[in-house]
Every structure is written in C-alpha cells, then in structure tokens.
C-alpha cells in the first residue's frame, strides 16, 4: 500500500489571516507541520498544496514538494483532491497546515483502520479526542462528533452533541480534530460531488460524505489536536514549543 500525505495550506485564514507564514520557534507554522509530517517516516510522499506564493517558494526552499492550487477551494479536501490523481497512492492523508505538533502514533492509528479492512467497508477515517472541560465542549471552535457502537460517525457539530437532557453524568464528549486519511478513489468521490444542505449550514466539509451515506472511521487518540485559528492559539502554540524545547 502506497501512503501519501498532503498538507492544504491556504494563506487567507478567515480568523487569522497569513497564519501559516507566522512565526513559531523561529520557523513558519507550515514549514514546522511538513517537517513534522517528514519526520514521522510513515510516507511514500509528502506533498504540500496552496494558493500562495510565498508558502509555495518557502516549501521549494526547503527542499520540500509543494503544488499550487489553480482554482479557489472552499476546504482543505477540495484543495489536496485537485492533485490527488495526479498522485500514485491508494491511501491519502490530509494533515491541516496548522497542526505544527501532529504525532506518529496518531497517523500510524489512521493507517492501521485501512490495513485491517480487508473488505474496503472504509470509505475514509480521522481522528478524535474524548474532552471534559466545560469550555472546549461549549465552544464552536471545537467540532463535536458522535459515533456508534463500531466508532463510525454518526455526525459532526459545532453544537454539543449529544445534547445531555437526561443530565446523565457519564456521558461523553468527543472533539473532532481535522486530520483525515482517505482512499485515493473516496477522494476524487469528494471532489467530484456538489456540496450538500448539512455541509454549508455548519461548514464542516466531512458532512458532505455522511450525508452521501459514506463511513467515515473514527479512532480514537490522545492527541488534544493543536490547530491554530485565532491569536491566542498561535500564543498557546509558542508555550507548547517553549515547554518541549526547555
């Protein structure tokens, strides 16, 4: 099986705009997530693909590879699927441009869900967190999932779900964190289908393939997923940084 990894890499954030060029440690927020996707040594390939020339020459600069979008995407899926058949691989992992601190035990979770489905029933998996602070359950900013008894979503919100009318005190609540890894062909699906009603109400792209009655594989991992999208999370990243280089 052939393993690739792609990382979209869009310059106008809607909530912080340029992130990916900002600084932390003395490196870029992109450039720090393609070596940590590379230093993983889980990939045939790792590929970056953006809008901007400045994040396509600092990848070239550093040795990486990098493509350049030629037409506006909506969502990191749409924007790795624009090359995706251009890619020899049959499995596909989008790791978000700003997750600086992404961990191989997590990867190497998503790889294993496809290497042990012998009948192909998978048609994509990501990754999710079980969360009990109060604030991260309550925030938009933190999409919830809900899954069933085989941990395939059931679906994903910026609401909580479930929504605890029975006050049952062991409920649990889990964090979706943005990191997929797809068959080649459930991909180029994606790419290829119109956006749907639930997709564009909550802007969550994975809605498109539950609502198109694909599954979607979700595993569970300690990572807290540190996805950059507003100031204080760019702030929070350079403690993280400081604490693991101290």
Known sequence: MKIV???????????????????????????????????????????????????????????????????????????????????NSDLILNVQGDEPFIDKSSLEKLISVFIDDDKKNIDLASIMQLITNEREILSPNNVKVVVDKNNFAMYFSRSIIPFNRSKDKNIKYFKHIGVYAFRKESLLYYYKSKSTKLEKLEKLEQLRFLENAKKIKMVLTDYEGYGIDVMEDLINARKILDEKTS
């Open 5 to 87: 990894a792609m990382i979209p890499a869009r310059y106008d954030s809607e909530r912080l705009p340029g992130k990916l060029m900002m600084d932390l440690g003395g490196i870029p927020i992109i450039l720090r997530t393609y070596q940590s996707v590379i230093r993983s040594g889980l990939f045939d390939d790792v590929f970056v693909v953006t809008d901007s020339e400045m994040i396509f020459t600092l990848i070239k600069k550093n040795g990486g590879n990098v493509f350049m979008s030629s037409v506006k995407h909506d969502n990191g899926s749409d924007r790795i699927a624009e090359f995706a058949s251009k890619i």
